[in-house]
């Protein structure tokens, strides 16, 4: 039941290469909940409990969900590809736990999983996670170059941004104050 448990379960599981945890995972995570679906936690809008910790869903802490859907990615969980394309597109999942489907999508690379790339880099709500999906079909060779490829900067710029002098520095600058 503990949420820390599972994360660093599947992340151990990851690490191990252990293909035989595929549907274990799988089915969990096919039968957990969405952040969502636990209702938004009111008060949230109307104190200062995000300085305490207090997300935006009554779902409870840590989310394991997001270790979930990228050991699906790593193991090799090609089964699974509908239900991370079920959980990147619903929109009762939080970033995280979408963002996790996605470049569990992009580790599995089918046919189906670019296809669902492609949907998301045309229409994900989350701008964010279309930049990703753009950057990971373009590794692919996927999409338009005219449309997809990095801007090209001159030799001579990267040259002057990467200068380091030497030496000890000019001077150094503390900030202090209030970090809200």
Known sequence: ENGW???NSAKALMFMDATEAIEPIGQRLATSKAEGEYGYFGAYLFTNMAKQGQAEYNDPPPRWRQAYARALGRLGGEAYVPLLEEILFDDQNVLEVQQAALFALDELGTTDAVAALGLAEQSHPFHSLRLFAREFLWHRGVLDQR???PPVL???DLAD???VKAG?????VFIKGDNS
């Open 147 to 149: 449309l997809s490829e």
């Open 5 to 7: 448990v599972r994360i």
């Open 168 to 172: 000890k520095p000019e001077g150094i």
């Open 161 to 163: 941004r990467s200068q």
């Open 154 to 156: 001159a030799v001579q």
